[in-house]
T-cell receptor
Framework: DQQVKQNSPSLSVQEGRISILNCDYT??????FLWYKKYPAEGPTFLIS?????DKNEDGRFTVFLNKSAKHLSLHIVPSQPGDSAVYFC?????????FGQGTTLQVKP | DSGVTQTPKHLITATGQRVTLRCSPR?????VYWYQQSLDQGLQFLIQ???????AKGNILERFSAQQFPDLHSELNLSSLELGDSALYFC???????????????FGPGTRLTVL
């Protein structure tokens, strides 16, 4: 039972354009949602989070949107840079546990 | 550098064997989490320890066990290894018991286990 799903395994965008990564979830009890970025041979690193009581959180080039009625989460990166190329995991938190999606590989082309 | 260390980086072993993976959390962090990432899979939560005690269990097999020592480092023991146990194993730490938006998990670089 996949409670957190990232349906796009990969995404390719041009440098300077917007990258939109999507995530869907099924459990309405999730209280926090997070995005992690992972480079090869490294552990995931925290990027941005959003509480379930908010619908938007912004940090520099990164914005996370939460649509609770649709149980949908998205990460916008504007403008995208080649250094953003990595695997992005969305995660949802409940009872202190993080449930991760399968990840989306983002490639930003110069 | 997240401040979380994991050893070894790579481990190659045979089916039926037993291995121990080690994790040192960030200085001051009391909670340690273990995750498994298999090929094409997201990170699967295995188990959490807080200040030496088991606090939450996820999809951890009975062949797997973990513990957290008084110095707060943790070990994940995998026994009777099968080919399907080949994966990346990550540990993460947080200062407190709960994690979420206010208490982000910091991940180590992982241990890549290959079972032949």
């Amino acid at each position: 039972d996949q409670q957190v799903k990232q349906n796009s395994p990969s995404l390719s965008v041009q440098e300077g354009r917007i990258s939109i990564l999507n995530c869907d979830y099924t459990n309405s009890m999730f209280d926090y949602f997070l995005w992690y970025k992972k480079y090869p041979a490294e552990g995931p690193t925290f990027l941005i989070s959003i509480s379930s009581i908010k619908d938007k959180n912004e940090d520099g080039r990164f914005t996370v949107f939460l649509n609770k009625s649709a149980k949908h989460l998205s990460l916008h990166i504007v403008p995208s840079q080649p250094g953003d190329s990595a695997v992005y995991f969305c995660a949802a938190s409940t009872s202190g546990k993080l449930i991760f999606g399968q990840g989306t590989t983002l490639q930003v082309k110069p | 550098d997240s401040g979380v260390t994991q050893t070894p980086k790579h481990l190659i072993t045979a089916t039926g064997q037993r291995v121990t993976l080690r994790c040192s959390p960030r200085s001051g962090d009391l909670s340690v989490y273990w995750y498994q990432q298999s090929l094409d899979q997201g990170l699967q939560f295995l188990i959490q320890y807080y200040n030496g005690e088991e606090r939450a269990k996820g999809n951890i097999l009975e062949r797997f066990s973990a513990q957290q020592f008084p110095d707060l480092h943790s070990e994940l023991n995998l026994s009777s290894l099968e080919l399907g146990d080949s994966a990346l194993y990550f540990c993460a730490s947080t200062p407190l018991l709960r994690s979420g938006g206010l208490d982000t998990q910091y991940f180590g670089p992982g241990t890549r286990l290959t079972v032949l």
